[in-house]
């Protein structure tokens, strides 16, 4: 979940700029500098180092009015809940689109449990997990006054199946209402009232059911998306409706300039008594964005802006800058989302997992740490590939590859043993796939080809244009053309679940012509049969435990080299109030109810 995702995806989070050497310096710092602000007032003072990082910084000092003032160096994906996939963009959507359900507004993993919304309760489910059904609260209503339906929910949702006017969401809900994709979205719907996808009922405007052709555990966290979020067929401008949102919370558009600036305004037909999520504390929420990442951290050091609405990490000078003299504005969460290289199988010789197990023990995981950030900024070593937060995982403990044991800096004489098993014992040639605007993916890359060039692998590295993502490494006729045999990556949880974290990356039905992310090209029946074992599993503990063997046959078969559990170190401005991290939003800062010490 999360960071931008780039190229339409929320999980390919951008690393901020990095340069081998700052990220150094970083890690050599990491542990120093004093845990306050530097003085000052209780209105401007930090509330310390680490203060906010899954837990609530300042909660009782949060005031009614004044703006809340983000940066960013990025503007989303697109501002419309259908179409938007970037982390930050789900974070902020809240303060303008109400769901069903949405995330709890508390720190940690509480965060990414799911708490009634729109709604009254959580789902009555029935017909052994197949049917949800919800009734609306009393006075909930769109900033114009008019009421919320249980048919302006249901339209919402109906957008997904728009794909060809409305790309570039999550679909999840479409996959699991609508797996033979008999519908054909609002679009294209010939129902008279445009509510045809009859998965969906509404019998009366306070009244929604879901019936799913196939139960699924995991279906009410899908429906506390953002594209869950109710759309107003008379406000619904299809392409256009990400300039200008028609807002059901307690916040609307004012002004949005494309890649320069963002106003929210209070949506005073928004009803306090209708919300028990938001509480809505300033007056007004700007976003400024930047061209130059090292202009917004110093802009926010200034106290100019009070936070990074990206929430990837600070560059690697204003880092440095923020550890030394301003380390009690700081926190360093989990974020979530595991860096990684991954094999594609149909560029030889990595169809052979020996080939495979050779990259994976000749690289200096110490190094690629570093290259990413160092323990700090970068995260702890990568061991496995499911992400901490997600149930199941095992953590560090489980480490098959003793990577971050006795295998961390290399170990040429396994790696070579693995060449002669693969028929290659004097080694080969490939190339590593970056994206040209993630220097950190450049620096991971470089460390790579030095440790490799040890066993006798020669490593070419080609950098490409990180917008054209879905059309280079994500097109496999393409990797195979260009003979990409490593490519560098990133990946967080939709959803904190194994079908909300790896489903497109592991299941075959998820191998792609265009806009693919199982790079491996993983076809396993065990893992595919592990995944639709899950979504028929409703107790957690069951759950849990499919996860933890679905990531074991992954590394198993050798398919990814994973870098780090990647950390962040974010700022948190002296303003703020009820500050905290949740794991729903990958380790992010939870921008819903967060408020300001003075309005002043």
Known sequence: MTTQRTSGRRKQAAAAAAVVAALLTTAACGGGGDDSSGGGSKSSAAAGFDAANNKVAQASEAKKGGTLKFASSQDADSWDTTRGYYGFMWNFSRYYSRQLVTNKVEPGATGAEVTPDLATGLAEVSDDGKTYT??????????????????????????????????????????????????????KDKDKDKLGLKVIETPDDKTIVFKLPQANSDFESMLALTSASPVRQDK?????????????????FESYSPGKDLVLVRNTEWKQDSDPVRKAYPDKITIKFFSNANDLDARLIAGDYDMDLAQTGMSPQGRTTALQ???GNLDNPIS???RYASFPQN?????????????????????????????????????????????????QKYDPYDIAGANKNGNVEKAKEELKACG????????????????????????????????????????????????????????????????IMGWGPDFPSVQGYGLPLWHSDYILDSANNNFALIKDKKIDGLFADYVNTLDD????????????????????????????????????????????????????????????
């Open 134 to 187: 919800y009734t609306l609260r009393d006075d909930v209503t769109w900033e114009d006054g008019k009421p919320i339906t249980s048919k302006d929910v249901k339209y919402g949702i109906e957008r997904v199946w728009a794909q060809d006017v409305l790309s570039g969401g999550p679909t999840y809900l479409k996959e699991v209402l609508d797996p033979k994709g008999e519908y054909q979205g609002p679009y």
């Open 336 to 338: 979530g989302y595991i």
């Open 424 to 487: 290659k014992p004097n080694g080969f040639k490939t190339t590593i796939a970056v994206r040209n605007n993630k220097p950190v993916e450049v620096a991971t890359a470089e460390s790579m080809q030095a440790s490799l060039k040890k066993v006798g692998i020669d490593v070419e590295i080609s950098q490409y244009d990180g917008a054209q993502y879905a059309s280079v490494i994500g097109s496999p006729s393409n990797v195979e053309k260009k003979g990409y045999g490593i490519i």
């Open 236 to 252: 619904d401008t299809k392409s256009k409706y990400g300039l200008r949102p028609f807002s059901s919370g307690p916040y609307k």
């Open 325 to 327: 003299e301003h380390k």
């Open 541 to 600: 503990e069951g759950k849990a435990k499919i996860a933890t063997e679905i990531n074991h046959k992954v590394m198993e078969g050798g398919y990814y080299l994973p870098f780090v559990f990647e950390k962040f170190l974010n700022w948190r401005g002296s303003r703020l109030a009820n500050v905290y991290t949740t794991d729903a939003y990958s380790g992010m800062y939870d921008f819903v109810n967060l408020g300001l010490k003075s309005t002043k």
């Open 347 to 395: 560029v030889k010789p990595f169809d052979n997992i020996h080939c495979r197990k050779a990259v994976i023990y000749g690289a200096d995981h110490v190094s690629l740490q570093t290259a990413r950030g160092g323990p700090v900024a970068g995260g702890d070593i990568g061991t496995n590939m499911l992400p901490p937060a997600v149930p199941g995982s095992e953590g």
